[in-house]
T-cell receptor, first 111, second 113 residues
Framework: QKEVEQNSGPLSVPEGAIASLNCTYS??????FFWYRQYSGKSPELIMF????GDKEDGRFTAQLNKASQYVSLLIRDSQPSDSATYLC???????????FGSGTRLQVQP | ETGVTQSPTHLIKTRGQQVTLRCSSQ?????VSWYQQALGQGPQFIFQ???????GRGNFPPRFSGLQFPNYSSELNVNALELDDSALYLC????????????FGPGTRLLVL
């Protein structure tokens, strides 16, 4: 079992819709979670991080963390074609040296 | 732009050769982590350097080695290249190893023939 699991997609949503990206993790010691966006041929770009249970909002993005269910999600409101990319979920317990990444979910926003 | 730079951007090597990849971290960041990303996969942790010392290592063989310099720039060296080493190599810098928000450079794409 992979430590961080994501559905590979593609997840296709129409422009203006809400895109919901999900991630589960197996290491209960994980304390912090990160969402990165990666365009084809480019490096990962940090979107948000979340440490506490609940929701965290930043512009059109909302990250949700449920440690009891070992579940992290990212909602993108008013999706735009420019949001089309692969979204990587990563986790890491405090003090751990590395981030553990999922394989990413490919999002396609249809104009 | 994250302020993290990597060189070269692309590299082609043949099996058995050695390669050195370079990374300059964001100003003020003293921790550098290296990742390997194969096509269609998420980045895999290779190792991390904090204040010039190796601070953690993933499941990579010893032919993957690194250095961090007093200015916190870093090198990744890979000896005896294998075909499976073909990947995007990413360097990420952070402000201390306790602060885990890591910012990635543009990466070096390595092709081993």
């Amino acid at each position: 079992q992979k430590e961080v699991e994501q559905n590979s997609g593609p997840l296709s949503v129409p422009e203006g819709a809400i895109a919901s990206l999900n991630c589960t993790y197996s290491d209960r010691g994980s304390q912090s979670f990160f969402w990165y966006r990666q365009y084809s041929g480019k490096s990962p770009e940090l979107i948000m991080f979340i440490y506490s249970n609940g929701d965290k909002e930043d512009g059109r993005f909302t990250a949700q963390l449920n440690k009891a269910s070992q579940y992290v999600s990212l909602l993108i409101r008013d999706s735009q074609p420019s949001d089309s990319a692969t979204y990587l979920c990563a986790g890491g317990p405090t003090g751990r040296r590395a981030l553990t990444f999922g394989s990413g979910t490919r999002l396609q926003v249809q104009p | 732009e994250t302020g993290v730079t990597q060189s070269p951007t692309h590299l082609i090597k043949t099996r058995g050769q050695q390669v050195t990849l370079r990374c300059s971290s964001q100003s003020g960041h003293n921790t550098v982590s290296w990742y390997q990303q194969a096509l269609g996969q998420g980045p895999q942790f290779i190792f991390q350097y904090y204040r010039e010392e190796e601070n953690g290592r993933g499941n990579f063989p010893p032919r993957f080695s690194g250095l961090q310099f007093p200015n916190y720039s870093s090198e990744l060296n890979v000896n005896a290249l294998e075909l499976d080493d073909s990947a995007l190599y990413l360097c990420a810098s952070s402000l201390g190893w306790i602060q885990e928000t890591q910012y990635f450079g543009p990466g070096t794409r390595l092709l081993v023939l």
